[in-house]
């Protein structure tokens, strides 16, 4: 999964020069709480909702004046992404750099916006059910063919994998959790670990040791 | 009165040795009650027809569909989520599933002529069968065109769910429809089929509060899901006053199931039963319209829907098994069968995280209280 699958195109941008008051207004018609800040067609800034209500909060030292300009809370340089990125790669530099969003740029242009909402939606896609299936969750050496061998198992059964999500565990061991296509899981399960493989849920399967 | 709808054609929805929707199960419960000497007055409609699914499928499906079935079909049928290990192409299966319909049908239109106000369809409760795919174990949907009837003479339906598995099909078709409320009881689809079920669908637009999810704790027992019904069904139908209410009696909660996790004894069953015939009596002037569903423990599932059957006609049954009906279905079935109309207790050993699941089940209950009580005013 790339950012263009899960960026927002078009986004909604001001300028240097847009007032503080302006930019809240826009935020607040449009529901958003980023606005990048072009020059030009040149990406040189960013604002948000929080840098908005910081830079204007009768408790800063001292407070900005609605009438002025965006170009003097902005922040900048600019951290962004790239259409082609992998999505887990934007996640680590939002997470690394404790930000919300970043612009996407291709060929210095400005074409999309990613923000943390839209990494979620990437989650909900990645673990959701979209289909009506089972859940099957197993326990894998992590080495090469094995995925392979508990997937030619489903495919005899005639069974379809909806979806698959793996992570790593300690002692060279990989989770697999499988969505599958189907009400009997249980046989599924039996005959997966009488094939060698750690089968943690459905529980209590009965497999031939 | 309970009117009883039968008809032997179900049994052409046979998908195949092995597969664990097996139309035994019905034969062994009116085998029974003809050994106990109970005598059911049954009705026997016939199929639904092609424009009748229709109603409630997209057309293009159904007309695949009865083509598959009758090995008339060139395309690929894994799109209609047939030709699956769960939904197997079976000759004759559109016919028995048109079969089942027309019986659940004829029994909504058995109460909407004022006939009965009770009716048992031996068969039917195809929950997640959607509009446009097949999906475990269910084409046809029944239980939608059953509703929909109602719907159609300005009835307002309670649908209740205790098959194991959610009732996804019947949720979706009814998502945004305010005159059907669906509520489901089901092991939580974290763990299950099919794995939706969740508290927060809660329908769309002038639907929305009316589409009720229990997702219960694996290995959840009687008690707590008793209290479950108490705290959600009860309330859901005093705020709604339906005129009608559908019960998906699927017995796959059963702990012996063996395809799911939760630990109901033919005792909960008994009373669960009865709760709902109160609830239908007390909320939907008696008007109750019973399917069979899911229950694949062949040991069980006959035990439990002869008690259904009998909590209804309010007939206590007693004790053992007759000797000719066990020695019969031992025979057929090559299994040993249990020689008692109720599980024997204690039915399994104690589940050390009993207290854990009741509190579990119990936050269930009060977060989706809270998320329905803004709309249920």
Known sequence: MVISDVMHSDPVTISPGTKLKDAYKLMQEKNIRHLPVLKNEKLIGIVTDRDLRLATSKLAQKPFDPEETVENIMSHPVSTTHPSDPVEIATQLMRELKIGCLPVLEESKLVGIVTNADLLDALLLLTGVHQPTGRLDVRLPDRSGELARLAKLLADKKVNIHSILTYPEKDKKVRLVLRLGTMEIRNIAEAICNSGFEVIWPPHIACVK | ?377
């Open chain 2, 1 to 377: 009165m309970c009117k009883v709808i039968y008809n032997n054609k179900y049994n052409l929805y046979n998908l195949g040795p092995g597969h664990p929707f097996d139309p035994v199960r019905v034969e062994m419960v009116l085998d029974l009650f003809k050994e106990l000497g109970i005598s059911i007055d049954i009705t026997t409609p016939g199929p639904a027809t092609v424009e009748e699914i229709s109603e409630i499928h997209d057309s293009e499906y159904v007309k695949a569909i009865e083509a598959i079935s009758a090995g008339k079909y060139s395309d690929d049928p894994e799109k209609y989520g047939l030709g699956t290990a769960d939904n197997p192409i079976v000759k004759g299966m559109a016919e028995g599933a048109r079969y089942q319909c027309g019986g659940t049908l004829s029994g909504a239109k058995l109460i909407l002529r004022d006939k009965t106000k009770k009716v048992l369809q031996l068969g039917g409760g195809f929950h997640h069968a959607h509009k446009n795919f097949a999906s475990g174990f269910c084409i046809y949907n029944d239980l939608a065109l059953a509703i929909n009837e109602f719907t159609k003479a300005g009835l307002h339906v309670a649908y209740i769910d205790i098959d194991v598995h959610h009732g996804d099909g019947v949720q979706e078709i009814f998502y945004s429809d305010d005159k059907v409320m669906t509520i489901s009881l089901h092991e939580s689809g974290e763990y299950l089929f099919p794995g939706t079920g969740w508290m927060h669908e809660l329908g769309k637009g002038t639907g929305r509060s009316l589409k009720v999810n229990v997702p219960l704790e694996p290995f959840t027992e009687g008690e707590s899901y008793l209290e479950v019904i108490d705290g959600i069904v009860e309330p859901a139908l005093k705020w709604f006053k339906p005129d009608i209410m559908i019960l998906q009696a699927g017995a796959d909660a059963h702990f012996s199931d063996p395809l799911a996790d939760l630990n109901l004894t033919t005792y909960d069953f008994e009373k669960i039963f009865r709760k709902m015939i109160n609830l239908a009596n007390n909320n939907c002037n008696g008007k109750m319209l019973i399917t069979l569903g899911g229950g694949y423990s062949i040991n069980a599932t006959p035990r439990i829907w002869t008690l259904l059957y009998s909590t209804l006609i309010n007939k206590e049954i007693h004790g053992k098994l007759p000797q000719n009906w066990i020695l019969k279905w031992e025979k057929k079935l090559n299994k040993k069968l249990p020689g008692f109309l109720h599980d024997v207790l204690p039915a399994f050993d104690k589940i050390p995280r009993k207290n854990e699941i009741e509190n579990h089940n119990r936050d269930t209950v009060r977060r989706l209280n809270d998320l329905v009580s803004p709309h249920w005013l």
